[in-house]
């Protein structure tokens, strides 16, 4: 065989190799969860290592006792609620940001825009118990619309980074357009660049709602009350629990994961469209 | 339509000034040509009449009436942009009716006057696609046609031509002129092209660094240039220029330039002390029959254009190019008298034009 077949083979093996391996350790687990969901906890106990389902043995129960049971409807909606408020608030606050940045001349303009990033190069951890001692010194800590603002904290930075890079790739002259065919400065905003934009938007969506629907730490120290509990918050709950049934974990693990995916699936398609494409000549 | 007057603008970004004390006046109806090398401020003053840069000095003036204080779309201005500048989200109907869906005007007289402005552009049958499905001279007429249904005072054109190929940049032009004979539209019209400028401008303003060299109809700019920059500006094959001194010589002025001299004739010229220029337009060199004469010119090269034939020769120590005769049997290497006619001879001192009497 010529080197070049040997290299060519060699490589081949090393693709199917490395596609193994991240399937199993990415996929394994998911895989592993999803199962354990729908088993029941004798099964879980008696046959760890069965890695297929029973004929018939499809069980929605945990899923219903984790719904119905231990509160799980409640942390979605309150989980759905903080993310796309979240999403929401980040759009909108970082497309007038980062419009701002880019094409509006004012003093302390380029500071600004260079120093978004500098807030996110704070840790979380750094942050959360001082931002803990100031909210319950205030009586707010136990509440969701604080938990958006922290939320906001963290994803503002990026969202704002992220939307002044793309508007700076807009070329000005259709805004110039817009402006002489009679738009306001808001009004080229909403009709011209937002479109434009949408799939720098969908990357922001997708990035905010991902933060916001994963959240942990600050959940988990500012929440108390369980009726405000997100679903991160709620799982962790369940999870030390005195009765440790797995199943329910599962259930719960899955429910946390889905919507995550979906949302994913829903924005991918816009994030790779290029919409500026026969905008200009030359 | 509407006249307009720029007063007294001046405009610098941060160190670098733009514009300078710039005057221009336009005339209802009239087609005036804003020509100049890249970076001489002509965009930049087109910008500041649209509204989309503040000026930091000056007034814009539409009907007699400041319009300093009204943002671009209060001014009842449209632009077409060098890059067309389309709505890549829109079709080419949406394109062109945005404007009026702006100004809330009513569904059907958007529809009429969008398509009334297709079918002058001849993209009826594009109206419908998206600009990415349109080739650069249709993108160029939708951009057009955005403008010409607004109905604005003023038509503010910043390059529309540069991006098309030669052929089509030359019918665009052609229908550009006949379009603007169509509406009657008063027209800033931004162009590095001279060739463009010479042949729509009803007006040219010549600009270079943010100045007004000169201002007038685009003959009297190629006849009497006010200075050496207008004079080499406008005028392809460039014109020629010499530098000498003028001598009194048996009570005429005469040129004295790097091995050769030239009567000016009888204008009233006087020495004038130091240097002076003198430029000769291609056009204007006379090739006489023989090969004696007070002027004598050595051929170098002729370029064949088809049309026309033009023959660079050195004249005395300096390049000379000149148009010829097709018919000329010339040859590299021949040696050619030539006669210039006095009157035709540009002089400048200190790069201004030195006006003489006739």
């Known amino acids: 065989m010529s080197r070049e077949g040997v290299e060519r083979a060699i490589l081949r093996v090393l693709r199917v190799l490395g596609l193994f391996f991240f399937v199993f350790i990415a996929g394994f687990p998911f895989y592993w969860m999803i199962l354990s969901s729908f088993k029941s906890l004798q099964e879980i106990l008696l046959r760890p290592w069965d890695l297929g389902l029973g004929k018939g043995s499809i069980d929605f129960r945990a899923y219903y006792e984790v719904l119905f049971e231990h509160g799980f409807l409640q942390y979605i909606s309150n989980s759905v609620y903080v993310s796309i408020l979240t999403v929401l608030l980040t759009l909108t606050l970082a497309t007038l940001g980062g419009y701002a940045v880019t094409r509006l001349r004012f003093r302390g303009q380029a500071f600004m825009s260079y120093s978004i990033l500098i807030i996110y190069m704070f840790p979380a951890i750094v942050l959360v118990i001082p931002l803990y001692v100031i909210f319950s010194r205030v009586g707010l800590r136990d509440s969701v619309s604080v938990l958006i603002l922290v939320y906001l904290a963290q994803t503002l930075p990026v969202a704002l980074y992220m939307l002044r890079s793309y508007f700076q790739k807009l070329p000005v002259e259709i805004e110039y357009a817009g402006l002489t065919d009679g738009c306001s400065r808001l009004g080229v905003i909403w009709r011209i660049v937002l479109p434009l934009s949408a799939p720098a938007l969908a990357s922001v969506a997708l990035y905010t709602f991902m933060i916001a629907w994963n959240e942990f730490l600050f959940a988990f120290m500012f929440l108390d009350t369980p009726e405000k509990f997100t679903l991160s918050r709620g799982v962790v709950q369940l999870a030390g629990s005195v009765h440790l049934s797995k199943q329910l974990v599962m259930a719960a693990s899955v429910m946390v994961s889905i919507p995550i995916l979906l949302v994913f699936l829903l924005f991918e398609r816009y994030l790779v469209r290029g919409l500026t494409a026969g905008a200009m000549k030359g | ?358």
Do not use: W
Request: with cysteine; hydrophobic share 40%.
């Open chain 2, 1 to 358: 339509m509407a006249s307009l007057t720029v007063k007294g603008i001046t405009k610098r970004f941060g160190q670098v000034p733009a514009l300078n004390d710039v005057d221009v006046h336009v005339q209802d109806g009239e087609f005036c040509v804003l020509l100049g090398p890249s970076g001489c401020g002509k965009s930049t003053l087109l910008n500041i009449i649209a509204g989309l840069i503040p000026q930091d000095r000056g007034s814009i003036m539409l009907n007699g009436e400041s319009v300093d204080e009204l943002a671009p779309r209060d001014r009842d201005v449209a632009m077409v942009f060098q890059s067309y500048a389309l709505y890549p989200h829109m079709t080419v109907a949406e394109n062109m009716g945005f404007g009026l869906r702006m100004r809330r005007l009513p569904k059907d007289v958007i529809h009429e006057r969008v398509f009334e402005a297709a079918r002058l552009l001849g993209i009826e049958d594009l109206l419908l696609r998206k600009p990415r499905e349109l080739s650069g001279g249709q993108q160029q007429r939708v951009a057009m046609g955005r403008a010409l249904v607004r109905r604005p005072k003023v038509f503010l054109l910043d390059e529309p031509l540069s991006n098309l190929d030669a052929r089509l940049r030359a019918n665009v032009r052609l229908e550009l002129k006949r379009l603007h004979r169509q509406i009657k539209g008063t027209i800033i019209y931004v162009t590095h092209d001279q060739v463009e400028a010479m042949t729509l401008g009803d007006k040219v303003v010549v600009m270079r660094k943010g100045m007004v060299h000169q201002m007038g109809p685009p003959g009297r700019i190629y006849a009497e240039p006010t200075d050496r920059f207008v004079a080499t500006f406008i005028g392809s094959p460039e014109i020629n220029i010499f530098k000498g001194i003028i001598e009194i010589k048996a009570g005429h002025p005469v040129f004295k330039g790097p091995g050769f001299s030239l009567g000016l004739g009888e204008r009233g010229l006087t020495p004038m002390g130091g240097y002076v220029e003198i430029g000769i337009r291609p056009e204007d060199v006379t090739v006489l029959p023989g090969e004696e004469g007070p002027l004598l010119a050595k051929v170098e090269m002729l370029s064949n254009l088809g049309s026309e034939m033009y023959i660079h020769a050195r004249l005395g120590e300096e390049p000379l190019t000149f148009q010829a005769a097709k018919s000329s049997a010339l040859k590299p290497g021949d040696t050619l008298s030539l006669r210039i006619e006095p009157p035709k001879i540009h002089v400048f001192h200190k790069g201004r034009r030195v006006r003489t009497d006739k």
